[in-house]
């Protein structure tokens, strides 16, 4: 079982970039394939981007593509999510999730193990 802590959230305006970080716990967290979810107000959660055990596979919601940038360290036990230009649309709760599986997962109801989230504010 792995257990992640999200940090680096925060308000900002739009058009700013803010990296988000989840450390993970457990000697395992290779194996485990990683994503951000997020949830905003009275909306369904939504992946927002995945990444594969090595990091040679990840997924992007169209959302976020060209300007979300999802990466993990593996000796740190670490996966990120680098958000730029930032839009009052990306505001939510954004969720540390892993996969125990290689196959990389692209529905938030695929990942077992969740952190407690981090709340992303952008402002307009």
Excluded: H
């Excluded at 976020?64 to 505001?91: C, H, S, W």
């Amino acid at each position: 079982q792995v257990q992640m802590v999200e940090s680096g959230g925060g308000l900002v305006q739009a058009g700013a970039s803010l990296r988000l970080s989840c450390a993970a716990s457990g000697r395992t967290f290779g194996r485990y394939t990683m994503g951000w979810v997020r949830q905003a107000p009275g909306k369904e959660r939504e992946i927002v981007a995945g990444i594969s055990w090595s990091a040679f596979n990840t997924y992007y919601a169209d959302s976020v593509k060209g300007r979300f940038t999802i990466a993990r360290d593996n000796a740190k036990n670490t996966v990120y999510l680098q958000m730029n230009t930032l839009k009052p649309e990306d505001t939510a709760v954004y969720y540390c999730a892993a996969r125990a599986s290689p196959v990389l997962g692209v529905v938030g109801a695929e990942y077992a193990y969740w952190g407690q989230g981090t709340q992303v504010t952008v402002s307009s």
